[in-house]
């Protein structure tokens, strides 16, 4: 049996919640829906086109920190409601206490707030120290009536301001559209909060972005003295990417579960999945044949030939017993047409997380 361990993101491959977008939405009145997609659309345009030196992809989870504190918004609270409204992947409860099972280290990689990490974690049986999150002490910062009554101001702004709609190629389109937008988010952003006392909270907050993703796959095989190469990675989004790019250069298993099509595009295997079940399996098959083993089931080309699955008893079981009356589909980078493979993955997607939330990268 080979040598494992499995590195998990947590928003998409274990939870359907986007939590900071939920804590937008609850708590920043009026319309909190709106300024988050505002921001992470920002994001985008921060990444893809601008490429602001120091700022990476999901970085939006630091700039909407001053207004969640503006809005009363404090550890305790952040907690509770991120303990409260933990929506998991159908399926999860059962595959990762099988998974758990299995006698492999399994970690969770996550850009949440650790709040919200530990809230999932908790409830599929991580340890806390196999939690990699974005660290957040709210409480650490003061904030003056006057500064919170700005905050509200500026986030007044941002909602009243033009849609920010990025074309898909944004790097070579014309933006005159959002222009007027982006302006307005680059004045507020690295003008208007950098002079505020508030403003050393989003400058201080490091995220767990795509390049600490892959760092934090490098420390957990640290901790537990194993080999890129026993790396599985499971993610679903572009800051997933970086880590998906170790995992395979290392000779790793990169594994897109209803991703985007950035993640479609950096991983080895695409499950489109209702379910948390067809990850045990494939970890189960992995453990019995290596990862040719799950290449070759994963594979549409050879989906008919593949070896008979004989696993025991006590395997097959709970697995078979989890995939009952789910839908999956599981395809390898060889698969033809990868645009109907991204195109099935993002259905999938907004099928369990919502429109709303599968939008966001």
Not at 54 to 82: M, Q
Not at 133 to 139: Q, R, S
Not at 183 to 198: G, H, S, T
Not at 253 to 271: C, H, K, Y
Request: aromatic residues 8%; negative net charge; hydrophobic residues 45%.
């Amino acid at each position: 049996m080979p040598n494992l361990q499995l590195d998990i993101d947590c928003e998409g491959p274990l939870a359907l919640n986007d939590n900071a977008f939920e804590l937008c939405r609850e708590f920043i009145q009026p319309q909190g829906d709106r300024f988050f997609r505002q921001v992470s659309r920002y994001d985008d345009y921060l990444v893809e086109v601008a490429k602001r030196p120091g700022y990476k992809t999901g970085d939006s989870l630091k700039l909407i920190l001053p207004f969640l504190k503006a809005h009363g918004l404090t550890n305790a609270r952040i907690e509770a409601y991120s303990r409260k409204n933990v929506t998991l992947v159908p399926g999860a409860e059962g595959a990762f206490k099988f998974l758990h099972s299995r006698d492999f280290p399994i970690f969770e990689i996550s850009t949440s707030y650790r709040p919200f990490a530990e809230a999932v974690g908790l409830k599929l049986g991580f340890k806390k120290a196999r939690i990699f999150a974005t660290e957040l002490d709210l409480d650490r910062y003061s904030l003056s009536a006057a500064e919170a009554e700005e905050l509200k101001r500026l986030q007044g702004e941002i909602v009243a301001a033009p849609a920010i709609e990025l074309p898909p190629d944004a790097a070579a389109a014309d933006l005159a559209p959002v222009a007027e937008a982006i302006a307005v988010l680059d004045r507020i952003f690295w003008e208007r909060l950098p002079a505020m006392e508030i403003g050393a909270l989003f400058q201080e907050v490091n995220l767990i972005g795509g390049p600490e993703k892959a760092k934090a796959v490098t420390d957990s095989l640290a901790q537990t003295k194993l080999a890129m190469a026993d790396m599985v990675y499971v993610g679903d989004s572009i800051t997933d990417v970086p880590a998906f790019e170790a995992v395979r250069a290392g000779g790793g298993l990169a594994i897109s579960f209803n991703g985007n099509r950035d993640a479609v595009n950096a991983a080895e295997v695409i499950v489109v999945a209702d379910s948390a079940w067809p990850l045990a399996m494939l970890m189960a098959i992995l453990q019995l044949w290596g990862k040719e083993g799950v290449l070759e089931v994963a594979c549409p080309e050879t989906r008919e030939k593949s070896r008979c699955l004989v696993l025991p008893e006590a395997v097959i079981e709970p697995i078979a017993m989890g995939l009952e009356g789910r839908v999956f589909n599981l395809y390898d980078q060889s698969a033809d047409n990868l645009d109907k493979v991204v195109e099935e993955s993002q259905t999938m997607r907004a099928k369990l997380r919502g429109e709303a939330v599968a939008a966001l990268k």
